[in-house]
């Protein structure tokens, strides 16, 4: 059974950082596209970064580039978004999730096999 379990969430003010952390566990992950989407209420998921678990290669929104980095540790079997200069339209609650059918699914559809439960970002002005 996969599970994807968030942690690292809380409230910051504006200019600060945080970093959420994604504890996989369940199956190897070779040849999946991990990552991070975040929703508000009223608005549709959004896309935010991700990371291809083999090769490492990583994507990010237009609205985080720059400011949000994600990593993985194999050995951990775990995934980070480190959050910097967070500002208050970063607001959401964000979602862990992994998927096995390429990037496209994850970033454009915004599809993925399995999702963790959320954690709530709050940034002060």
């Known amino acids: 059974q996969v599970q994807l379990v968030e942690s690292g969430g809380g409230l910051v003010q504006a200019g600060g950082s945080l970093r959420l952390s994604c504890a996989a566990s369940?199956?190897?992950?070779?040849?999946?596209?991990m990552g991070w989407f975040r929703q508000t209420p009223g608005k549709e998921r959004e896309f935010v970064a991700a990371i291809r678990w083999s090769e490492g290669n990583t994507y990010y929104a237009d609205s985080v580039k720059g400011r949000f980095t994600i990593s993985r540790d194999n050995a951990k079997n775990t995934v980070y978004l480190q959050m910097n200069s967070l500002k208050p339209e970063d607001t959401a609650v964000y979602y862990c999730?992994?998927?096995?059918?390429?990037?496209?699914?994850?970033?454009?559809?915004?599809?993925?096999?399995?999702w963790g439960q959320g954690t709530q970002v709050t940034v002060s002005s």
């Open positions: 999730a992994a998927d096995q059918r390429g990037i496209v699914v994850f970033t454009i559809l915004r599809q993925a096999d399995y």
């Open positions: 369940g199956r190897t992950f070779s040849g999946y596209t």
